[in-house]
């Protein structure tokens, strides 16, 4: 089965806060992508990041950075220093190769609410 | 900005209507998904089309069809509309077939009543 589990429903924070959102995905296939997307109270998704299933190398962005683990089939993602703008639903997502196509599996979401 | 437009941004019906939505995607991108996003379903793929031709499907009712033109531009069929058919439906584009990021459009938020 092809699926993504976010686990976290949502979450509340205090700016400045750091926070982790988790992402567990399960494919059978040995190659494939995951995803992040934003999508802020207006409604709009917003790309994050990319990341094949050979590149275990975490990567930062600002104040964004990821975690991939193939071990525990986990891609985290975290926020540092949080601000009111990264109020959000984040999405997970994974395309895997099989079919050979690109569509996108996604996670439920997870609603980070960023308090002043 | 994506790049991706999407018309119209609301729209409100009555059941057993027909309705069509249209994506035009970003310059140069010639593939179209078409996503549905409801709060009992979440974000659900539905059809991909790739410079015209179909290219997957996913859990896309009967009742609903897509095509894209020459133009590359798309559109989302719904016919006999249901209740439960009220949703965000949202079009992304990306550059090739497969495994580019997908840039998503605003979204078309379609109420049936």
């Known amino acids: 089965a092809q699926k993504v589990t976010q686990a976290q429903t949502e979450i509340s924070v205090v700016e400045k806060e750091d926070v982790t959102l988790d992402c567990v995905y399960e494919t059978r296939d040995t190659t494939y992508y995951l995803f992040w997307y934003k999508q802020p109270p207006s409604g709009e998704l917003v790309f994050l990041i990319r990341r094949n299933s050979f590149d275990e190398q975490n990567e930062i962005s600002g104040r964004y950075s990821w975690n991939f683990q193939k071990s525990t089939s986990s891609f985290n993602f975290t926020i540092t220093a949080s601000q009111v703008v990264d109020s959000a639903v984040y999405f997970c997502a994974l395309s895997p190769l099989s079919g050979g196509y690109n569509k996108l599996i996604f996670g439920a979401g997870t609603r980070l609410a960023v308090h002043p | 900005d994506s790049g991706v437009t999407q018309t119209p941004k609301h729209l409100i019906t009555a059941t057993g209507q027909r309705v069509t939505l249209r994506c035009s995607p970003r310059s140069g991108d010639l593939s179209v998904y078409w996503y549905q996003q409801s709060l009992d379903q979440g974000l659900q793929f539905l059809i991909q089309?790739?410079?015209?031709?179909?290219?997957a499907k996913g859990n896309i009712l009967e009742r609903f069809s897509a095509q894209q033109f020459p133009d590359l531009h798309s559109e989302l069929n719904l016919s006999s509309l249901e209740l439960g058919d009220s949703a965000l439906y949202f079009c992304?584009?990306?550059?090739?077939?497969?495994?580019?990021?997908?840039?998503f459009g605003p979204g078309t938020r379609l109420t049936v009543l």
């Open positions: 992304a584009s990306s550059a090739l077939s497969s495994y580019n990021e997908q840039f």
């Open positions: 089309y790739y410079n015209g031709e179909e290219r």
